[in-house]
């Protein structure tokens, strides 16, 4: 990451997702001009905003060469524990919240050190975490949601600041901003070096004397507390419902591989896995604006998934292809020693 900033960033996917962001919207605006109000913006940006966080939680997972398909499962339990353990009452949002951030983080360690300590590929950890929350939320509810969120609770994902013609700002563009920040604040400090280092040649950056369970194990942290994030703001918006978070992972995913992060780990920028979550926002409302069917989407998903891996094995095999080489010069036998 060492030259200019800008430039390294702009050659890694956030240029290419802006450039698809601005494509889709022209697009939507040809076929609905009155979405290019302010209002109509800002209502896309506190929708898109809980995708967007968790784009970056998954950035982080996946640049440290692991997965991470716990997420859309514990969006769903951390909506549907917080209305339980709420039920209507405002002097418990705060304690609830805490509750919240520290069943997140739990979850993140778990997956973490099964992970790294027991070896169990991330694929199948995450998988099963998925399995178990899906399951002991349905079994602790009986599989229907009870309780109610605050009105303080529902606050920063569907209230705002009132800002004259331009109409309500939410409160969630605030946050998935401020997220942003930090995300990026921390990939240009030594830890996001050192989990890209990690992601690329774990095995050297052991060498090296990184501790490589410790930065994949904080990797799968911060991916679980920023979906606890994305779960508040869900709740805000959306309610508690049975479905809550249903699919959220593959979708997490898929935004961070449209901005042109390598699966394998060790390459990419969080600024272009956030990047992504949008034109995958921003293309889920060109489709209702064409009318096309929910059911599309995750054809859509898988085709962006396999296209991305296709393109980026063909780079890799490209990289390693032997070069062309040129004859060697000949060199001159030596000249007979005289006889005699």
Do not use: C, H
Not at 20 to 44: D, G, Q, R, T, Y
Not at 92 to 105: D, E, K, N, S
Not at 239 to 246: E, H, L, R, W
Not at 277 to 292: D, H, I, K, R, Y
């Amino acid at each position: 990451m060492r030259g200019n900033p800008l430039r390294a960033v702009l050659s890694g996917g956030t240029a290419t997702a802006a450039a698809l962001l601005v494509l889709i919207f022209a697009i939507v605006f040809a076929i609905n001009p009155s979405f290019a109000e302010p209002s109509s913006m800002l209502a896309f940006l506190k929708k898109a905003a809980p995708l967007v966080i968790l784009a970056a939680g998954q950035y982080f997972v996946i640049a440290s060469g692991e997965f991470d398909l716990s997420v859309g499962s514990l969006v769903g339990a951390q909506v549907v524990i917080a209305a339980k353990l709420l039920d209507g009452e405002d002097s418990r949002t705060v304690p609830v919240l805490l509750v919240m951030v520290v069943f997140g983080v739990l979850v993140g360690l778990v997956n973490g050190v099964v992970t790294t300590l027991l070896r169990v590929p991330s694929f199948i950890t995450t998988l099963g975490m998925m399995l178990v929350l899906f399951g002991a939320i349905r079994l602790w509810t009986g599989g229907a949601p009870t309780g109610a969120l605050t009105e303080a609770f529902r606050q920063p994902g569907r209230g705002g600041i009132q800002a004259g013609e331009i109409g309500l700002v939410p409160w969630a563009l605030f946050v998935m901003l401020a997220v942003g920040a930090v995300a990026v604040a921390l990939m240009r400090s030594p830890y996001g070096r050192t989990l890209l280092a990690v992601g690329d040649n774990p095995v050297a950056a052991s060498f090296s004397g990184v501790r490589v369970a410790l930065v994949r194990t904080s990797a799968f942290v911060l991916s679980s507390v920023l979906a606890t994030v994305a779960a508040i703001l869900i709740g805000g918006y959306a309610g508690v419902t049975a479905q809550v978070g249903t699919g959220l992972e593959f979708v997490a995913i898929t935004a961070v591989v449209l901005g042109g992060v390598a699966l394998g780990g060790g390459k990419g920028f969080v600024t272009a896995a956030m990047g992504g979550a949008l034109v995958l926002e921003a293309l889920f409302t060109l489709f209702n604006q064409l009318g096309l069917p929910s059911t599309a989407r995750p054809a859509v998903q898988g085709v962006i998934i396999i296209a991305a891996v296709a393109l980026a094995a063909r780079q890799l095999s490209g990289s390693r292809r032997p070069r062309s080489r040129e004859p060697a010069a000949a060199v001159p036998s030596p000249a007979p020693e005289p006889t005699g």
